[in-house]
Nanobody
Framework: QVHLVESGGGLVQPGGSLRLSCAAS????????MGWYRQAPGKERELVAR?????NYADSVKGRFTISRDNAKNTVYLQMNSLTPEDTAVYYC???????????????WGQGTQVTVSS
């Protein structure tokens, strides 16, 4: 079993910054990719950023958000700068993880962390 635990959400003023963290634990053989998704009220969940050997970003966050990964800690980070009210959402960590040599890779999700950008 694999668990993803997010931290770092909260309330921030427009123009401010937050750093989200997501630590993967449990039975981990290989992490293929990790990423961040978000879901605002009344909207579908969308990809924010993803990291494998390369990084991918949603157009709406390019130049403002940076995803990074600490392989030794099985942890992914999302540095969010120049936040706007449109960034308000629940942010979910995702990991495409193979738990053993004999298993297939599965997508795991964290419980979500609320980010609210408001003055």
């Amino acid at each position: 079993q694999v668990h993803l635990v997010e931290s770092g959400g909260g309330l921030v003023q427009p123009g401010g910054s937050l750093r989200l963290s997501c630590a993967a634990s449990g039975s981990i053989f290989r992490i293929n990719a990790m990423g961040w998704y978000r879901q605002a009220p009344g909207k579908e969940r969308e990809l924010v950023a993803r990291i494998t050997s390369i990084t991918n970003y949603a157009d709406s966050v390019k130049g403002r958000f940076t995803i990074s990964r600490d392989n030794a800690k099985n942890t992914v980070y999302l540095q969010m700068n120049s936040l706007t009210p449109e960034d308000t959402a629940v942010y979910y960590c995702n990991g495409n993880i193979r738990s053993s040599y004999y298993s297939v890779s599965i997508d795991y999700w964290g419980q979500g962390t609320q980010v609210t950008v408001s003055s």
